[in-house]
């Protein structure tokens, strides 16, 4: 819980501003980057997630190390069970592609 | 040294260990506390310990938001939930936490509503897509989580969603940290700040540590070589007879914090005037709760709460272990009545207590090489 998990953003949403579509190791999950309004990460940048909310922008290269070290940890298995976000992923909203 | 063929850059590790053994007065003997659980999982995982020499001691800190929730407010929170009407949702870490009456899992196997989320917002929709429900999240965790739920209750607002509540025991560390170096048998001289934490909160905050208490604290990373590079820089401190705010962790932690996570939590919520933790008592100012202006999404206000307060099982000495006056392996249940799988106190439910982190590779290995000894 403590420990944050690293993610691509993929997609955002015009119509939802805080909403962006992030890759964690290959799973991706809809994840609120409204704790970045005063800096809003674009398509491709980098961030740190802490139960489902970005909470910081990283470099590439810090989120490869971050994931080693949730590999390392023996945790990123259960970070990734986090990320598909124990089913309820998109219970009301359309998939993203 | 069981993980260093994992290390990434075993020369680095090597070459900043030997640093730290260049720096250590022999003479004498340092007491480190590491705040943060993820850290404590951290050195036992990595075996840092084995790294460090002999007259570096690790003290495991208060930061391990399920161990330091006292029994009382588990039991509150489920007794919210057996309205058949309520969904009790919490994160993983929580549903194997013993309450008097067992924990979240063992009151799901009896019929309760339990679901794991693993976000809030997770709780949030759940409440959406059952409108018929009364869905209430069991938030904890310190400074890392609490914006968390505060979105989603400023979420919750604008979205309309009345059928939805927190029942909120999220705590702040620095009256923590306050409270064990007010605590008289404890002898610290320095710090291993939390990282995450501090993403937040910034480095700020620890000043006083640093100017009241004469402290060293270095706001630090959790790999090895973080964490390594975070104790040099302490004992470098420490040799010049400085106290001083450093920040390890800089391509993570800014000076200043979040202000966005910062506003949503001060938007949300005010301190209580006092908490009780787990080890530590009551301390004051070092929780929050829910503003009058969501007083809606507050379930302590929504329901009634009983209030339970409960004491640890006598034998147990988990608040020893957590002010770090015991070892985890000095507890009398511990290994014994007190396991990963049937775990007695918090502090061996989660993966950042001390007790599990001991136990799952300290214990674990002590146990492997007893039994491959030849009779």
């Not at chain 1, 964690?24 to 704790?35: E, P, Q």
């Not at chain 2, 009780?276 to 100012?285: A, N």
Request: hydrophobic letters at 40%; one cysteine or more.
């Amino acid at each position: 819980m403590c420990l944050a998990i690293p993610g691509k953003v993929i997609e955002l949403f015009p119509g939802l501003p805080y909403l962006a579509t992030v890759e964690v190791a290959g799973v991706r999950r809809k994840v609120d980057l409204g704790l970045l309004e005063n800096d809003m990460p674009k398509s491709g940048d980098w961030v740190l997630i802490h139960v489902g909310f970005a909470m910081s922008k990283i470099s590439e290269q810090d989120a490869l190390e971050q994931m080693q070290t949730l590999i390392m940890l023996g945790e990123s298995e259960q970070a990734i069970q986090e990320v598909r976000g124990y089913g309820l992923e998109d219970a009301d909203e359309p998939e993203a592609s | 040294m069981k993980f260093v063929d994992e290390f990434r850059d075993p020369e680095v590790i090597n070459k900043t260990a030997e640093e730290i053994r260049r720096l250590v007065d022999p003479a004498r003997h340092y007491r480190l506390m590491e705040v943060c659980g993820g850290h404590t999982h951290a050195i036992y995982r990595f075996g840092l310990k084995d790294i460090l020499p002999s007259n570096i001691e690790l003290i495991h800190g208060p930061g391990c938001p399920v161990c330091v929730l006292p029994m009382g407010r588990i039991d509150d929170g489920l007794e919210l939930a057996k309205d058949s009407n309520v969904v009790f949702t919490a994160f993983g870490d929580m549903m194997r936490v013993p309450g008097v009456q067992g924990s979240p899992l063992e009151h799901k196997a009896r019929g309760m509503d339990v679901r794991i989320v693993y976000s809030p917002a997770d709780a949030l929709k759940l409440a959406k897509a059952n409108p018929d429900k009364h869905v209430m999240f069991f938030a904890i965790g310190f400074e890392t989580t609490a914006p968390s739920t505060a979105l989603t209750i400023i979420r919750a607002r604008a979205e309309g969603i009345h059928n939805f509540s927190v029942f909120c025991n999220h705590v702040t560390i620095i009256p923590a940290i306050r409270a064990i170096l007010d605590s008289p048998d404890m002898r610290l001289d320095a710090f291993i700040g939390p990282g995450h934490v501090s993403t937040v909160i910034g480095c700020r905050p620890y000043e006083w540590i640093a100017v009241n208490e004469h402290k060293p604290i270095v706001v630090s990373g959790f790999e090895p070589l973080d964490m390594l590079q975070s104790i040099v820089m302490l004992l470098r401190q420490l040799k010049a007879g400085e106290a001083k705010v450093e920040n390890q962790y800089k391509r993570v932690v800014p000076w200043e914090g979040n202000r966005a996570a910062l506003k949503a939590m001060s938007n949300v919520f005010e301190l209580r005037p006092y908490f009780e933790w787990r080890g530590l008592g009551f301390i004051s100012q070092s929780a929050l709760r829910i503003r009058d202006n969501y007083a809606e999404f507050d379930a302590e206000r929504r329901f009634s709460v009983p209030g339970v307060r409960v004491t640890d099982p006598k034998a147990a000495q988990c608040g020893e272990v957590l002010k770090g006056v015991l070892k985890p392996a000095q507890c009398k249940l511990f290994g014994r009545e007190c396991t990963p799988e049937h775990p007695v106190g918090a502090l061996m439910v989660s993966s950042e207590g001390s007790c599990a982190a001991y136990y799952n590779y300290e214990h674990r290995k002590a146990m492997a090489t007893t039994l491959a000894w030849p009779a």
